[in-house]
């Protein structure tokens, strides 16, 4: 599995704590993106980067933070602030139309957050 | 923003009968129309995708139509076996060349079982 790179897999965090989760990608994708998965409510969009140095807010960005500081990286901050942060966390990347019409994010293999 | 909603949410069919899955999206300027497959404990990965240009894709026993005056597209699985058996959601996006969106927004997800 190469491509976009999730770690780790499975992540445990006390209330009150921050945690970061690692999204890596070398397919020279420019857009990045992250996903909090729920059972019944499908992939709900977090934050999203179409190039370095710039990210948006998705439907759900309240308690997390982002930085897309490499075209490769695009980490995941969940803060203390997030009330509901236990969930599968799936960071994607795609081509934007900038350059191709062909937009097909593909995915890392997400990581679970456990909140204890 | 874009508003994907997707129906059913369960789905459970005989082996070698069809499958429908039905979406419909709120933004009118959305030109990209992805369906991915989630396996049990595995990422989303695209089965077949649709521009707004055409009406309908075919891809063996897949194929995806697209009505763009109702804002509606839909998933239309033939012959079903049982390694179908797998959660699709459908999404949609706006891909301009030369702009710089890309942002993919998601149904909530459809279970579908095939029986043997």
């Known amino acids: 599995d190469g491509g976009i790179t999730q770690s780790p897999k499975y992540l445990f965090r006390k209330e009150g704590q921050n945690v970061t989760l690692s999204c890596e990608q070398n397919l020279n994708h420019d857009a990045m993106y992250w996903y909090r998965q729920d059972p019944g409510q499908g992939l709900r969009l977090i934050y999203y980067?179409?190039?370095?140095?710039?990210?948006q807010k998705g439907d759900i960005a309240e308690g997390y933070s982002v930085s897309r500081e490499k075209k490769e990286s695009f980490p995941l901050t969940v803060t203390s602030a997030q009330k509901n942060p236990t969930a599968f966390y799936l960071c994607?990347?795609?081509?934007?139309?900038?350059?191709?019409?062909?937009?097909?994010?593909?995915f890392g293999q997400g990581t679970r957050l456990t909140v204890v | 923003g874009e508003n994907v909603e997707q129906h059913p949410s369960t789905l459970s069919v005989q082996e070698g009968d069809s499958a429908v899955i039905k979406c419909t999206y709120s933004d009118s300027a959305s030109n990209y129309f992805p369906w991915y497959k989630q396996e049990l404990g595995k990422r989303p990965q695209l089965i077949i995708d649709i521009r707004s240009n055409v009406g309908e894709k075919k891809d063996q026993r897949i194929a995806v139509t697209l009505n763009k005056t109702a804002k509606h597209f839909s998933l239309h699985i033939t012959e079903t076996q049982p390694e179908d058996s797998a959660v699709y959601f459908c999404a949609a996006s706006i891909s301009v060349r030369g702009g710089n969106t890309g942002k993919l927004i998601f149904g909530q997800g459809t279970t579908l079982q095939v029986k043997p």
């Open positions: 994607a990347s795609s081509i934007p139309g900038a350059r191709h019409l062909n937009t097909e994010a593909f």
């Open positions: 980067s179409q190039i370095v140095n710039d990210f």
